[in-house]
């Protein structure tokens, strides 16, 4: 696919270029209560802003309020309090434009099943008021592996194309923003690997991309900055290797030679937590902050132990998701 599809406008011309490609300010949805039910509060003052050009995730648990953000941007949920722009346009007095400026991939596989690729991204172009001779129907066909598909009716795709043609249809009015919503949900990994290789060229060619997953180490791997929502409420936003650097927690775990029974008393009593396991292993676990490496290597010397292997590992993006929802959950029990 060529840098031109994500970077003009449905009628051929250049866009300007906004700092924050999405910008919201105390951004609010309270649902109403039915039969008796209290009202729910789905996004409480949510601020954020996403830059342009960047690889942005979205986390948060089950209800947390991904996908009521989601679809305020979309234009199928009303905010009730609060501003959001989407590539500088207001989202209510520059409805037009501003969904003109996105596009959202769901995570359900809505697609007519009686049409084939080439006819539902003409007619997705046309409901976009993409002119004729501006549509790239089949150089969208053809970037997401379909074009040997165009005729064939989407119903006789696989699950893996039809996630693909998904992608398709957000682009055929060349957003600047594409929204993938859980787009690799049920999808086998070869598929996976093919999507994430368009998605990269994508936003390496300046499209913008917000995707919201359950699967934390492909919004580790991928995306430069992430937001975590719990509750309705923005717990963390910031570039992805700052906040993990924030976890300040590693694992090291040797191996060692000689039989233990039990962890030495030499390793005890130094500011991090050792425990043995099974196969000779000594765990420690320690902050970097606190607790130097060659200090524990100095130690497990001293107490005259053989070193055969070691490994370490460091926080992910689980660990500090799990870490943040639990924390937020605590403090607003």
């Known amino acids: 696919m060529t840098a031109s599809i994500a970077q003009k406008n449905t009628d051929g011309t250049p866009n300007p270029q906004p700092d924050a490609a999405i910008e919201v300010k105390n951004l609010s949805k309270i649902y109403k209560g039915s039969y008796g039910q209290p009202e729910k509060h789905a996004l409480k003052d ?142 086998d990994i070869e598929l996976r690997i093919q999507l994430w290789d368009y998605v990269r060229e994508l936003n390496r060619m300046g499209t913008t991309v917000l995707l919201t997953t359950h699967y934390l180490e492909e919004a580790e791997e991928l995306c430069d900055k992430v937001a975590i929502i719990n509750h309705g409420r923005l717990v963390a936003c910031d570039e992805t290797s700052t906040l993990l650097s924030k976890m300040d927690a590693k694992e090291l775990i040797v191996s060692i030679s000689e039989e233990l029974t039990d962890v030495p008393a030499s390793l005890r009593g130094f500011g991090y937590n050792v425990t043995l396991q099974p196969g000779n292993r000594l765990s420690f676990q320690y902050s970097p902050s606190k607790v130097e490496i060659a200090k524990i290597f100095e130690l497990v010397h001293e107490a005259k132990l053989t070193i055969t292997d070691l490994t370490t590992e460091e926080s992910d993006l689980e660990d500090l998701f799990l870490r943040l929802t639990r924390q937020d959950n605590a403090e607003h029990a």
Do not use: C
């Not at 009521?68 to 905010?79: D, E, H, P, R």
């Not at 080439?118 to 001779?133: D, F, I, K, M, S």
């Not at 970037?143 to 398709?168: C, E, I, P, Q, W």
């Open 46 to 187: 949510v601020s954020l802003t996403i830059p342009r050009g960047s690889f942005f995730a979205l986390l948060g648990p089950n209800g947390a309020g991904k996908s009521t953000f989601i679809n305020i941007l979309a234009g199928l949920v009303t905010k009730t309090s609060g501003d959001a722009k989407i590539w500088g346009y207001d989202i209510e007095d520059q409805m037009r434009a501003a969904r003109r400026s996105i596009g959202i991939v769901p995570q359900e596989l809505n697609l007519d099943p009686f049409f084939t690729p080439r006819e539902l991204l003409e007619v997705q172009a046309g409901l976009y008021g993409v002119p004729q001779h501006l549509r790239r129907t089949d150089e969208i066909l053809e970037a997401v592996g379909l074009s040997d598909k165009a005729k064939s009716y989407a119903r006789t795709l696989s699950g893996g194309m039809r996630r693909r043609l998904l992608v398709a249809k957000a682009m055929v009015h060349s957003p600047h923003i594409l929204v993938l919503d859980e787009p690799t949900a049920g999808v």
